[in-house]
């Protein structure tokens, strides 16, 4: 069983950075592609982010978040990060880490129904 454990969260003003941890446990690391949603309040979980299993390591962006947030994976530490730049009020929401047993393609990699685990989410506030 896969558990996924998200850390990083926080109170940050606009314009300030942060950095989502998520860590995996119970399965080999190295065959999921991990993927970042996001619940803002009142609004329905969308992507944020992906990147695959493969050595490649392909990623895939929203478009609200592309040019400012970078995800990334360490295979030797088993955990998956989000680097969230220039951070925006309209970037508030709860944050969670998704794990998709060897997604392939784009089409599987940014859609939520395609990832099999998720952590218990964590929270980001952006004041103006």
């Known amino acids: 069983q896969v558990q996924l454990v998200e850390s990083g969260g926080g109170l940050v003003q606009a314009g300030e950075s942060l950095r989502l941890s998520c860590t995996f446990s119970g399965r080999t690391f190295n065959s999921y592609a991990m993927g970042w949603f996001r619940q803002p309040p009142g609004a329905e979980r969308e992507f944020v982010a992906a990147?695959?299993?493969?050595?490649?390591?392909?990623?895939y962006y929203g478009d609200r978040v592309k040019g400012r947030f970078i995800v990334s994976r360490d295979n030797t530490k088993n955990a998956a990060y989000l680097q969230m730049n220039n951070l925006a009020p309209e970037d508030t929401a709860v944050y969670y880490c998704?794990?998709?047993?060897?997604?392939?393609?784009?089409?599987?990699?940014?859609?939520?129904?395609?990832?099999?685990?998720w952590g218990q989410g964590t929270q980001v506030t952006v004041s103006p």
């Open positions: 998704a794990a998709g047993g060897l997604l392939i393609g784009e089409t599987e990699l940014t859609m939520s129904n395609q990832y099999e685990y």
């Open positions: 990147i695959s299993w493969s050595d490649d390591s392909k990623v």
